[in-house]
């Protein structure tokens, strides 16, 4: 290859094209690749129009006479003014992509691309075919207006978008509600929609334009926690003042709701036949409020009846009759015995096992912060709360770590009874605490009758094992925990004949 060739501007510049575009294959679509290799072809390329004396952004195409020198300029300066662009368009796309939540800048990243790639454009028009920039805008201003006349429903869209978009009122990943119901959580944003997945997994499309136009509440922003809150009447059998702090308890004894900001309890009515309430407390996110409500209507339910309280009708049916507690407690004036008949886990006992059970139960009272069981230590008895609530706590390293909290009708000492294993936390009383405590012997007594109980409880500690193990190591492996492992320890444990069980 001689020496005169490899001089050649113009083989200089081939070899640098066919250079990028190699690089652009081996890269492929990396971004921080591809804005290095822009930037190396566009230094380059600059270098070797600096050193032939080619000024890119001047409108000189050389000597008149030189066809070729004339082409060869021309390609130049077209192909310099697109590798800055490139460059340009490339830093766009990597910044973006490097944030947060790229997919919601996507809007605002096409619109400033395209305003580089039109400037470039209209650079090269200027000084490679030496048109007057401006002169070419005035004449084309006549089809803009027919072009935008033609497109203003999509112009609309378009720059509702960019206006949505600037304006980040919500972002990919948003809850959104609009007035006229529609809602959903926002999966894209372009130029002309916004997409919507609702509720039921259904895509909600809505154009951008009726968007910007709609009043909007964002559910999500400005952070993910989401306030709920529930109505709920009772009759007026006792002081405003006790059904409120029993509606308390109800907060405080779920699972589901944030403990801060704390849960608040409101009296919003009062008449003859009801007391009106408000409860209002809030979940980490949208998605968690469903069940978030439904245990705290069942915990309202459990503990309205562990208060010996009734719900109220709604307001304007007609009102219910008043059961009196007292009359309850003639016809089966043993606690226990209307404890264990509201427990689903009893409910296959015939009227006789239960009063045989309830008689022998015993009634256990706990001051507020008072333990009720010790980490590690192993329960021979199984524990019903009649009333208040408990929490379950492990101290883990200096640490405590709350894993549950206990409400009405919850059991807890199946471990110990069923596998003599110890207790993996503490339970101490958040309040004042009734506890009915059944002893081991008289369980087994039920279970050789009812093996169907066995198992229930077999199955209640197998999922309680199942869901500590998520949060620390609870001393039993996989496959003791496996409900058919538990089933057989039951077995051996309470000798319970094994044809009983088919």
């Known amino acids: 290859m001689s020496s005169h060739m490899l001089a050649d501007p113009l083989y200089q510049f081939l070899v640098l094209v066919l250079l990028s575009v190699a690089a652009r294959f081996i890269f492929g679509r990396e971004p921080t690749f591809r804005l290095a290799a822009n930037l190396v072809f566009f230094a380059l390329l600059t270098l070797l129009l600096v050193k032939h004396e080619i000024a890119p952004y001047t409108s000189d195409m050389g000597n008149a006479d030189d066809l070729f020198r ?173 059904i409120e702090e029993t509606m308390r308890t109800v907060l405080l004894s779920s699972n589901a709701i944030l403990k801060s900001p704390t849960p608040v309890v409101s009296i919003t009515g009062l008449d003859s036949s009801a007391i009106e309430f408000e409860l209002s407390f809030r979940v980490s996110g949208l998605g968690e409020a469903t069940a978030a409500r439904n245990e705290v209507y069942d915990l309202v339910y459990r503990h309205i009846r562990a208060a010996g309280l009734q719900l109220a009708a709604s307001a304007g049916s007609p009102a219910i009759p008043v059961t009196d507690p007292q009359e309850d407690a003639g016809k089966h004036p043993n606690s226990a015995w209307r404890l264990l008949n509201a427990i689903p886990l009893f409910s296959t006992l015939t009227e006789d096992e239960k009063e045989s059970l309830a008689a022998d139960m015993k009634r256990l009272t706990f001051r507020k912060d008072a333990l009720i069981a010790t980490q590690d230590s192993s329960l021979t ?78 199955l209640l500690l197998s999922r309680r094992i199942e869901s500590e193990k998520h949060r620390f190591s609870a001393g039993v492996s996989a496959d003791a925990s496996h409900p058919t492992t538990l089933t057989t320890r039951i077995r051996h444990l309470f000798q319970i004949p094994h044809s009983t069980w088919s």
């Open 70 to 242: 004339r082409i060869f300029v021309g390609v130049a300066k077209a192909v310099w003014w697109i590798g800055g662009a490139m460059v340009l368009a490339s830093s766009v796309r990597l910044f973006l992509i490097f944030e947060r939540k790229p997919r919601e800048g996507r809007l605002l990243q096409d619109l400033v691309v395209a305003i580089i790639y039109l400037g470039a454009g209209l650079s090269v028009v200027a000084y490679v075919f030496g048109v007057p920039v401006g002169t070419l805008i005035a004449t084309s201003g006549v089809f803009a207006i027919v072009l935008g006349l033609a497109l203003q429903s999509t112009l609309n869209d378009v720059f509702s978008g960019i206006a949505l978009n600037l304006g980040r009122h919500y972002s990919v990943g948003d809850w959104i509600v609009l007035d006229d119901g529609v809602q959903g959580r926002v999966v894209e944003t372009n130029w002309r929609s916004t997409h919507l997945l609702n509720g039921t997994n259904d895509l909600v499309i809505v154009p951008n334009s009726a968007l910007a136009k709609a009043r909007l509440t964002n559910l999500t922003s400005p952070e993910e926690a989401h306030g709920v809150s529930l109505k709920i009447r009772v009759v007026p059998s006792s002081p405003p003042a006790t």
């Open 381 to 458: 008895s199984l524990m019903i709360v009649r009333r208040g609530v408990a929490v379950v706590e492990r101290k883990e390293g200096g640490e405590t770590i709350e894993l549950a909290r206990i409400a009405p009708g919850d059991l807890f000492g199946e471990r110990g009874v069923l596998m003599g294993a110890p207790e993996p936390a503490n339970i101490r009383a958040l309040t004042s605490v009734v506890v009915y405590e059944i002893a081991k012997d008289h369980l087994a007594a039920i279970m050789q009758e009812r093996p169907a109980l066995a198992e229930e409880l077999g």
